[in-house]
């Protein structure tokens, strides 16, 4: 069959649905990723990307492709390498057999990534469908058609070091992928998600974690000349906006996710919970403008105000898992 | 986000790119709207970019310089070198860098992505 490329808000969702469709389960991105209980958040400050916190909006690289496996019965099978040319050279093995391979990355080494955009995270996935000598047929779900990638920059990108550090990590379908339960799935699905943003016993995790960082930018300095505290700012924001879709992006695609679910079993709260997800993803996208407000000097630099709005969009958070909890409950079997 | 509010700006850091995004269309129906980029984005990017090119201007050596051009910092480089970083703070300095076997300096070139003689040198 004719590997066909689609165009993704999200890498990892991204590759699982087009991996899906090739192998003849029609499942779209955003159910993808709402199945794998993909959304969260995390504040991690002993983590330092260039010496700033990690902040994710999302479960961490490999989540979606481990929770789909387990509940579809995919018999993903996942393959790391030592050597770099032992992990191409079954790569093409792989392609020979005419497999569509999913490939963990350095976004750095990938050349057909806007410079701008290309920063050390190694956990970027892409799926490779072909080859023509030492070129690689890649599609990779955020570009909007399928690209072209020479082998040696394959292999460093697949080869790149330090965390996370991809070691030529690929990974395939070994079974046609069977219909799945939907609505026991997505009830599972739900009720992990909420637990993980409600009840994680970590407090940088979930709501809590939001909070937490609210402190953290309460305590920025307030002066306009404050680059570190302006860079902690701009920091959260690139985390969520830039790098990976964002925070009000997988806001959104959860909210797709929900639309589809009800639409798929018929369960009609779930709409509506849809709708204030979105408008939570839109508080999300207000915080991101006011902070890049603040950066260009447009308004005054105030980092309680940013705290106080993501203070509130905690709060709302904390409500809308809540009555996402009570509505899979009340879900009848 | 409405389908009609997707952000179409522009942006210089996307390159000419588009990203999908998932906004609410007329229907009420979440779907995949081709962005070409949001200001803030821009701004945020830039803001991270121009702060690594500070750095390289700043570096008292080339390799400091060719470690933030790589957009690296020293955790970094000397996790994708695998030394320590102690170690790689002291190769920064330029004395110390010039007496390093070619074997060391090899490894460097790799983990940046550059050749060994560019190695030596600000460009």
């Known amino acids: ?333 | 986000m409405r389908e009609r509010d997707v952000p179409q700006e522009g942006n210089a850091t996307l390159a000419g790119h588009r990203k999908a995004v998932y906004a609410v269309g007329e229907d009420g129906k979440l779907r995949v709207v081709p962005s070409r980029g949001w200001e803030v984005e821009e701004v945020v990017t830039r803001q991270a970019v121009e702060d690594l090119e500070r750095r390289a201007r700043e570096a008292r050596s080339p390799l400091e310089y060719h470690m933030y051009r790589a957009r690296m910092d020293i955790a970094m480089l000397a996790g994708a070198v695998g030394i320590w970083r102690w170690r790689l703070r002291r190769h920064l300095r330029p004395q110390v860098f010039a007496r390093l076997p070619l074997r060391l300096r090899r490894r460097y070139a790799e983990a940046l992505g550059i050749a060994v003689e560019a190695l030596a040198r600000v460009d």
């Open chain 1, 1 to 333: 069959m004719r590997f066909q490329h689609q165009h993704a808000s999200h890498c990892e969702s991204g590759v699982m649905s087009s991996l899906l469709r090739h192998h003849g389960l029609a499942l779209s991105e955003p159910m993808a990723f709402g199945l794998a209980s993909a959304l969260a958040f995390a504040y991690l400050p002993f983590i330092r990307l260039n010496g700033l916190p990690l902040i994710a909006y999302r479960m961490p690289p490999g989540a979606i492709v481990r929770a789909l496996d387990r509940g579809l019965d995919l018999g993903v099978r996942f393959e790391t390498f030592r050597s770099p040319e032992a992990g191409m050279a079954r790569l093409d093995a792989l392609l020979d057999e005419g497999k569509v391979v999913g490939l963990q990355t350095s976004i750095y080494w990938l050349p057909y990534i806007p410079p701008d955009l290309r920063f050390h995270f190694n956990a970027h996935n892409l799926l490779v469908y072909g080859r023509e000598g030492d070129e690689y047929l890649v599609s990779d779900p955020v570009a909007e058609t399928p690209v072209r990638c020479a082998r040696q920059d394959l292999q460093k990108a697949r080869f790149a070091k330090g965390v996370l550090a991809p070691k030529g990590r690929l990974y395939y379908l070994t079974r046609s992928p069977p219909a799945g339960d939907w609505r026991a799935l997505g009830r599972r699905a739900l009720a992990r998600t909420a637990h993980i943003m409600l009840h994680t016993p970590l407090p940088l995790v979930g709501v809590r974690g939001i909070r937490w960082l609210a402190r953290a930018v309460e305590r920025l300095g307030c002066a306009e000349d404050d680059g570190a505290a302006k860079l902690y700012i701009g920091h959260i924001v690139r985390m969520q906006e830039e790098i990976g879709t964002g925070g009000a992006g997988f806001r959104f695609i959860y909210a797709a996710f929900l639309q589809e679910l009800a639409a798929t079993t018929g369960y009609g709260p779930l709409e509506a919970l849809a709708a204030r997800l979105v408008e939570i993803g839109d508080e999300w996208q207000q915080f991101a403008f006011a902070a890049a407000k603040m950066i260009k000097r447009r308004i005054a630099f105030e980092p309680p105000a940013l705290a106080a709005r993501l203070r509130d969009i905690a709060s709302r958070e904390q409500r809308f898992f809540a009555d996402l909890n009570q509505a899979r409950l009340a879900w009848a079997l």
